[in-house]
Every structure is written in structure tokens, then in C-alpha cells.
């Protein structure tokens, strides 16, 4: 059974720096899409970055203030985010994609203040 559990999310300033990471309980395969989603109150889920065979991309919101990056020999994923905004806060989670299935993590809270 593989499990994603997230870490570092907290509150931060506006203009501050937070970084996630996502611990996979087994090996992340190269083929494995890693890739962080959040979800406001009241909104749907959207994806915020993805990293996929060496590729990294980002939804337009984030472009340039966050990297996504992955360290398989630490079967660890993580989410630098910079220049955080009020609109960033959200409930961030991991999301695997190992061929046909889907793996989230509980999820960690981002709270940006102004």
C-alpha cells in the first residue's frame, strides 16, 4: 500500500518562503507523476505543479515562485514556494500517479497572511 505524507506547511507572511515535502513509503518510480495539488476553502482541487520524467510544470499561478523538484533516493518530493501570496493559502497535498492508480497524501495547511 503506498502512502504520501506531507510536511512544512505553517503560516508564513505575505512575500515569505515555505517548503513542502512529501515522503513516499517505498521506492518513487522514474515513470511515478509527482506532483502537488491545493484546495482553497470553498473551491475545487487544482493542481499546482507536476514533475513528470525530468519535466517540471506549473500552473500559471505559480510560475517563477515555486519549484517542484524530487530526490528518489530519499523517496521524498518537495515544494519550494516563494513570494507566497494571501491567495496561496490552501490545503496542499502530494499526488502519485503509478500507472492506473491514484495515491494522495492527508494533506498540510498553508496559511498566508498579509
Known amino acids: 500500500q503506498v502512502q504520501l505524507v506531507e510536511f512544512g506547511g505553517g503560516l508564513v507572511q505575505d512575500g515569505g518562503s515555505l517548503r513542502l515535502s512529501c515522503v513516499v513509503n517505498g521506492r518513487i518510480l522514474s515513470s511515478d507523476v509527482m506532483g502537488w495539488y491545493r484546495q482553497a476553502p470553498g473551491k475545487e482541487r487544482e493542481l499546482v505543479a507536476r514533475h513528470q520524467m525530468g519535466t517540471a510544470r506549473y500552473a500559471d499561478f505559480v510560475q517563477g515562485r515555486f519549484t517542484i523538484s524530487r530526490d528518489q533516493g530519499r523517496n521524498t518530493v518537495y515544494l519550494q514556494m516563494n513570494s507566497l501570496k494571501t491567495e496561496d493559502t490552501a490545503v496542499y497535498y502530494c499526488?502519485?500517479?503509478?500507472?492506473?492508480?491514484?495515491?494522495w497524501g492527508q494533506g498540510t495547511q498553508v496559511t498566508v497572511s498579509s
Open positions: 499526488n502519485m500517479k503509478r500507472y492506473t492508480y491514484d495515491y
